[in-house]
């Protein structure tokens, strides 16, 4: 039994009745909230990009994402997070169970929402990261091979690379007679910059492990990884730590976390419209989307 308190002349228990499924209250967010009221502000990790220092979006990588089943998420990265939402949610996660508890009952986060939400694919070969260079060669050597340039060691901290780096070997915005070189070299880097600042975001600091780089070498092969479920176990991983009492930051994919609140809890939901939530159709006139964009 949890700790009691009296309120209007009545016990109340905050705890788990049986600490032996619900055996990590000692060190959980929600301790610190009933006793002293509240824990430490956590801070959330997470980069837009679309923001004006990243590249662009261009119509011309349209059919590049779709191939690489990222044409979705591209759809809502831009999408303003509600802090205060994501963090009523980490107090509410309970990593015994990997649910959220909610006084109607539990629930969570489902592959079947990432799929219809984001539009990621969820069949396919497994997200599997090497976290070691190809034979003979040094990140920086296989960074190079694949985008053109090669970083300098002070982009580097270990095996990770500064997502700015990304950012500063390709223009902001392709240019009117670009080749289809130029367009394949800007998708590659737009892709690491939604997977390491949207997808599999860490805490980090604006850095991207190295792995990530070699699954946008060929785009056509991009396509055939089964990404959703490895967003999803991702995010429970990053939820769990983050539900942990003395956890200072939490990242994963916050986007989805998002979307799948207004979803799934409809009164926390803004009011729909007829318009949808991000606005792009100058780009991708009426191509459907996922569900995160109604």
């Given amino acids: ?26 060190t959980h967010r929600s301790q610190a ?11 959330f990790r997470r980069r837009n990009p679309n923001q004006s220092s990243l590249p662009a979006l261009d119509h011309r990588m349209i059919p590049l994402l779709q191939s690489t089943g990222f ?13 205060g939402l994501l963090s009523a949610l980490v107090e509410r996660w309970r990593p015994e169970t990997h649910t959220f508890h909610f006084p109607m009952g539990e629930c969570t ?12 694919p969820i069949d396919g070969n497994p997200v599997m990261c090497d976290a070691s260079p190809a034979l003979n060669m ?5 960074v190079a091979s694949i985008f053109g340039f090669v970083p300098t060691k002070d982009c580097f901290n270990g095996s990770r690379l500064q997502l700015s780096w990304f950012a500063s070997v390709t ?17 590659r880097c737009y892709l690491i910059q ?10 980090s600091g604006g850095l991207i492990h190295c792995m990530w780089v070699q699954f946008v070498r060929d785009l056509a092969t991009c396509g055939g990884y089964a990404w959703g479920p490895a967003v999803l176990a991702f995010l429970y991983r990053e939820l769990c730590k983050g539900s942990k009492r003395d ?21 926390l939901a803004p009011i729909r419209t007829s318009q949808p939530l991000v606005d792009d159709q100058f780009w991708v006139g009426h191509l459907p989307g996922p569900l995160g964009v109604m």
């Avoid at 049986?18 to 000692?26: E, V, W």
């Avoid at 909230?33 to 801070?43: E, L, M, T």
């Avoid at 986060?109 to 990621?120: E, S």
């Avoid at 040094?138 to 296989?142: F, K, L, P, V």
């Fill in 33 to 43: 909230v009933w006793r002293v009221g509240g824990g430490d502000s956590q801070r």
């Fill in 247 to 267: 956890k200072e930051e939490v990242a994963g994919c916050l986007l989805l976390l998002q979307l799948w609140a207004w979803e799934r809890l409809l009164t």
């Fill in 171 to 187: 223009p902001h915005r392709l240019s009117e007679h670009a080749s289809e070189a130029d367009v394949l070299h800007h998708t």
């Fill in 109 to 120: 986060v489902t592959l079947q929402d990432v799929a219809v939400i984001l539009g990621l």
């Fill in 71 to 83: 044409y979705g998420v591209s759809r809502v990265s831009s999408l303003q997070l509600d802090w």
């Fill in 138 to 142: 040094s990140w920086a050597d296989t």
């Fill in 1 to 26: 039994m949890g700790d009691k308190k009296i309120r209007s002349g009545k016990a109340v228990d905050p705890g788990p009745r049986d600490p032996s499924l619900l055996h990590l209250q000692a």
């Fill in 194 to 203: 939604l997977i390491g600042g949207s997808l599999f975001t860490d805490t």
